[in-house]
């Protein structure tokens, strides 16, 4: 896992956290739905504490659907991205999620994106939570 407590360009999620430090965060996650697939690979729905949960009073958590194939991550889509705008929200990229295709619970790692590291763990903690309830 790379250290994220280090960032060059302060943001809103890492200075205006009233919540502590990500590690201090439990990233709450609940797996909402699962859903068997035709090739044998599983689909879990996960809703996870994100930075707008953390920060707001009115926030709602991630929501991120994980698929896995014989303890191996197949695909990972976030379907709701309702932390900041522009920031916390590039969660949903393609570019950020596809980091977690063929990981496996020992070797899962998280490459955070910039100034969005509350963000980028609650996407790591969903995968987690996907690939736990896999075994």
């Known amino acids: 896992m790379v250290d994220t407590a280090a960032s060059e360009t302060p ?6 956290s009233q919540g502590g430090s990500e590690t201090d965060l439990a990233f709450n996650t609940e797996i909402t739905n699962t859903t068997e697939n035709a090739d044998g690979s599983v689909t879990y729905t996960v809703s996870v504490d994100g930075y707008a949960v953390y920060n ?15 303890g191996t991550v197949q695909n990972v889509v976030v379907t709701e991205a309702n932390d900041t705008q522009y920031v916390g929200d590039r969660i949903a990229d393609e570019a950020f999620t596809s980091q977690f295709v063929g990981m496996t619970k020992d070797t899962l790692e998280l490459e955070p994106l910039s100034g ?3 963000s980028s763990n609650s996407a790591y903690h969903a995968v987690l939570a996907a690939l736990e309830a896999a075994e």
């Open 116 to 118: 969005a590291t509350i």
């Open 11 to 16: 943001v809103e999620e890492e200075n205006g």
């Open 56 to 70: 707001h009073a009115d926030g709602k958590p991630n929501v991120i659907e994980v698929t896995i194939l014989d």
